[in-house]
Structures are given as structure tokens and as C-alpha cells.
């Protein structure tokens, strides 16, 4: 990014995030929405969960439908037990992700697949356009060892799941409507990162570990770093290194009408989301 039009982004603005509890009684970090940030084109909700305190997280996701977006569920530490009304069941493990496109709808349950230790990692709802939220439910799943890994001469690791990287590692999910970026990057001390994001796509990155600038300012751990407008993201690991997740995307800049677990273009198509639901249409979760 040497040329003169190129444009870094820096940081737009900062979400804290609100403690909350969802599921059957889930405690977990809402980084939107909220009160702060209603939402970020195309990604609808990000939640982070970190505990090793079963009594938080033990009550998991029971039974409940989607329809018209994805949910992305990206596992740090742990075991989650999914199972869906189509007769698809399997866990995700630590380091391992799925990435559901609910289209039509599912009713699915997210279920911890273990009694105490860590479990820890983030769900991301990503919208799709209306001309694909009704198309049939499909998955995209990896194994922890299945996810593309590009290190660098410096240390760096990125953990690619969607995207490309800088260096040219493609990532395990693909032909996403967002065309997304999802990295799990690793800095040691003092290394710089670099990575060309679309311009006009939305753009985050969440501190998991560490420290880290962008554009000379530091981010806090722990928070949404939202990147402004620009052709490129630069970073740069403090002493004690960072791991962070970058996320990116295209908005779809279309009317969104959101009710619990529906998300459509109107009123009406989430009423009819509801009478859909309730007469059967989604199917149900055996057992
Ligand atoms: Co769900």
C-alpha cells in the first residue's frame, strides 16, 4: 500500500458491549446490538462468550428456529453439540466453526458438549439479501485441523476461515453473499500486520489477547475496534503480542426488519415467519 490514493483505515469508533444472557440463560458479551450500535451492515449480531464457570454457560441454546440470515458460530475453547430439524447433528470443537446459512429456516439447538472447563468464542449473524433468504438451509463446517493456517517469516498466524489474506491463503468458507473476511491472527510482540479490505465494506476487529494499534491508536482488549473507511487495514502488536479477530463485509443496504430469531426486508415477511414457524413448516429438532 505504498501508492498515494491508498487509504489506511483507522478507528471509527469503539463498542464496549453489554453483559447479557440468552439461550436457556448463556452468559455472554453482546457487542451489538446494543444501545451503541444497532448493527453493521451486513452483520446483525456478535457475541462473545469466554467462562470457565460451567453455571454460565451449561444452559446452552435449546430448540429455536432462523430464518433469512446465517449464524457463524467460531469455537476458541471448547465443545457445542448442534443438532437441527433436517436431521443434521454434529459438534463443533475448539478451533473448529460453522458457518449456517438458515435461508427458508431450521430449528436448531447449540448445546455445550461438556461439564466444566473453558468454554469460549464468538457467534456472528451475518444478513443476507433478500434474494436468498429463502433459499434452502445449508452448512459449511471445519474441523479445528481443516481451517487454512498462513504463517509468516515473522511469527504471524492467521487462521484464515473466510476470506483472503494479504499472502494469498484463501479461507475454508466460501461463495458467502458477504463476501467476507474472517481471520484469527495471531501477532508476536511488535510485528505488523497488514490486510487489504474492499473499499465500502463494513470492517471490525475484536482484541482477544493482547495489545495492538491501529493507525498508531491502541485498541482495547476485549472491545470492537470498528475500521473506517479505506482500501487497507494496518496493526501493530505491543509488547506482549495480540490475537485478534478481523471481520469484514459488504453491505447489502436494504430494509431490514428483525424480530428475535427472524431477520427479513418487512413486517409482513416476519409474520409470516412466525405463522411459518408455528404451523410446523420449519420442522423440529428430534429428540
Ligand atoms: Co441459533
Redesign the pocket.
Known sequence: MDSESAKIRRVAQVVAGQATSDGAGVNLMRMFPSMELDMLDPFLMLDNFSSNDPDDYLAG?PP?P?RGFE?VTYLLHGNMRHKDSAGHEGVIRSGGVQW?T?GSGIE???MPEQEDGWMSGF?LWVNLPASQKMIPPRYQEFEPEEIPVEELADGTVIRVIAGTTLGGTPGAVTQINAQPIYFDVTLPAGTRFQQPITPGHNAFLFLIEGGISVAEVPVTRGTLAILGEGDSLQAVAGDEGARFLLIAGKPLNEPVARSG?FVMNSEEELRQAYADYRAGKFGHVAG
Do not use: D, L, N
Open positions: 441454546f429455536h432462523h449464524t449456517m438458515a436448531h439447538s447449540e457467534q430469531p
